[in-house]
């Protein structure tokens, strides 16, 4: 009888992000492959493409579920802080991840997996005026610089004053490339975009 080789338990850490409402949470192992990303906004799109994903959109205050390389980040809504669940969350994933452990359906249809990809490589839906022009902004003239460095940014959201963009790629693993970013953003949008005072990052 042939040995069989016991794969390490997965461990899984939170960290908290720019965005108050959204938690990272990095295992010790890839979840899905290296530059894939998949976004689910609500637990439909993740029915039947993503069993992790559907797993914790049973959780009443999951807003969001991101996956990329060796984590994911989960967007709460209000009705929950996260001191009140973070270290339950945190052994609630840890404990899907060593016993059913699908990140991805296998079965999932090929359609559905590049809805949740362009998700997570796009911009989030403009509710206003500002917010197209802040889009147009980043398309010309910081998306293509960005992508020539590797990575990719999208717009999130603008509120108050604050713009929330997601970084992907290599921007997300320099902190002072995105330092010099965030702040080449900020001014540009500040000079273009009346009313914006602050650009924030979603993710690290």
């Given amino acids: 009888m042939e040995p069989t080789t016991k794969r390490p338990p997965v461990t899984i850490y939170a960290e908290s992000t720019p965005n108050p409402l959204t938690m990272r949470f990095v295992a010790n192992r890839l979840l899905i492959p290296d530059g894939r990303m998949l976004e689910f906004r609500k637990a439909e799109e993740a029915e039947g493409v993503s069993p992790l994903a559907e797993k ?18 989960i967007t709460r809504n209000n009705a929950v802080d996260w001191d009140l669940v973070l270290l339950e969350l945190r052994e609630y994933l840890q404990e899907y991840m060593n016993t059913d452990g699908r990140v991805v359906n296998e079965a999932a249809p090929a359609q559905a997996l590049a809805d949740a990809n362009e998700r ?23 998306a293509p ?7 990719h940014i999208a717009f ?41 005072r602050e650009v924030v990052a979603e993710e690290l």
């Fill in 145 to 151: 610089a960005v992508a020539g460095d590797g990575g």
């Fill in 56 to 73: 914790v959109f049973n959780l009443p205050f999951v807003d969001g579920v991101f996956i990329s390389g060796n984590f994911l980040t």
């Fill in 156 to 196: 999130r959201s603008f509120k108050d004053g604050v713009v929330t963009v997601s970084l992907r790629g290599s921007c997300s693993g320099c902190p002072s490339s995105m330092v010099t970013l965030k702040g080449g953003i900020e001014n540009l949008l500040k000079q273009m975009v009346p009313g914006v």
């Fill in 120 to 142: 997570a490589v796009s911009h989030a839906d403009a509710s206003s005026e500002d917010d197209q022009r802040i889009i147009n902004v980043l398309e010309e003239y910081v």
